[in-house]
C-alpha cells in the first residue's frame, strides 16, 4: 500500500524549473532514496512533501492527505529531519527531546519516560544533561533523529542525514537509522549523494539529474540494467544515467554548504 504518492510536482522560481513533472509512489515500510547532485532538486522535493514549500503544480499525497489542502493533517503523520541544525545548543539533551515532547502533544504524564527512554535508545543517557552545544556532529543528528520521531511518525523525511559528518560520525548515524527502521516501523524518504549510503539503507531508489527522476528501482535491479554484477556499485550507475561522477559535484556552493553545516555540528 503506498503511503507517499506523487503526480507531476512540479516547482518552478522564475525561470528556473527545480523539480520537473515528479512521479512516484513509496509504499508503507520503505526505505526510499532520492539520489542526485547538489542542486538537483531533492531538498526542494523535500519541502515540498513536508508542506514547508508549495508546489507550483501536481500533487501529492502524504498518508492519504493533501500536501497543499491538508497540510496541517500531513505535518502530524510525519517526522523531518533537515540538512540544517535543528537542535538547540542552549539546551541539554534531555531538554532539547522534552520540547519536542510537548510540541507534539504527547500526554504530559508520559513525556519524561519517553525522553529517558529515547535518550537511551540513541546511546546519550550519560550526555542527557550536557549542553548540545557539547555534543559531536554525531551525537547531535542522533538527537535530531530523535526528537523527529517521538510521536511515531508514519513517515520519516531525512534531508542528507549524515552531510558534514566525518566517516565515524556517518557510520554511527547510518547504524541508528537502520535500528530505528526495524524498531519505529515508519517509512522513510531520505535525500544524499553518497552513493554508498543508499547502498547500505534503501529498498529502492530514484536518481534525480536537473529536476526529472532519470532512473528508479532496487540498487541491485538499477545495477543489472547497465550490464553490471556483484562488484557494480551505485556510483556507476550514477554515472551511468547522469553523466557526473557523485563525489565531483557542486563546486563552490556545495563546499561552502558542507563546511558551514560541518562547523556547526563541531
Known amino acids: 500500500m503506498a503511503i507517499l ?3 507531476d510536482l512540479t516547482k518552478r522560481f522564475n525561470s528556473l524549473v527545480a523539480v520537473d513533472g515528479m512521479t512516484l509512489s513509496v509504499e508503507e515500510g520503505e526505505v526510499f532514496g532520492l539520489l542526485g547532485r547538489n542542486g538537483a532538486g531533492k531538498t526542494t522535493v ?4 513536508t508542506t514547508l514549500l508549495p508546489p507550483t503544480s501536481g500533487s501529492a499525497k ?8 491538508q497540510s496541517a493533517e500531513v505535518r502530524r503523520m510525519i ?23 510537548q510540541l507534539y502533544d504527547i500526554p504530559a504524564d508520559r513525556q519524561k519516560l519517553l525522553v529517558r ?3 537511551e535508545s540513541i546511546g546519550l543517557k550519560d550526555a542527557s544533561d550536557r549542553l548540545v552545544r557539547s555534543y559531536s556532529g554525531g551525537m547531535i543528528r542522533r538527537l535530531e533523529i530523535a526528537q523527529s520521531t517521538m510521536h511515531r511518525p508514519r513517515v520519516l523525511f531525512l534531508d542528507e ?25 515508519s517509512t522513510v524518504f531520505l535525500t544524499t ?3 554508498e549510503e543508499a547502498d547500505r539503507l534503501c529498498d529502492r531508489v530514484a536518481i534525480m539529474h536537473r529536476g526529472r527522476i532519470v532512473a528508479m528501482d532496487t540498487p541491485e535491479e538499477l545495477k543489472r540494467a547497465i550490464g553490471g554484477d556483484e562488484s557494480t556499485s551505485l556510483d ?13 559535484e557542486g563546486g563552490y556552493d556545495d563546499a561552502a554548504a558542507k563546511r558551514h553545516i560541518a562547523r556547526r555540528l563541531g
Do not use: C, W
Open 46 to 49: 523535500i519541502k515540498m512533501l
Open 117 to 119: 527512554q529515547s535518550l
Open 161 to 185: 542525514p549524515t552531510v558534514g559528518l566525518d566517516p565515524v560520525a556517518r557510520d554511527e548515524v547510518l547504524a541508528h537509522i537502520e535500528r530505528l527502521v526495524v524498531e519505529v516501523r
Open 193 to 195: 549523494h553518497y552513493m
Open 79 to 101: 517526522g523531518y529531519v533537515p540538512q540544517e541544525l535543528s537542535a538547540d545548543g542552549e539546551l541539554s539533551g534531555y531538554e532539547n527531546l522534552l520540547v519536542f515532547a
Open 62 to 69: 502524504v498518508a492519504g492527505y493533501d500536501i497543499v489542502r
Open 5 to 7: 504518492s506523487i503526480e
Open 236 to 248: 556507476e550507475v550514477f554515472i551511468h544515467y547522469t553523466g557526473a561522477v557523485p563525489e565531483q
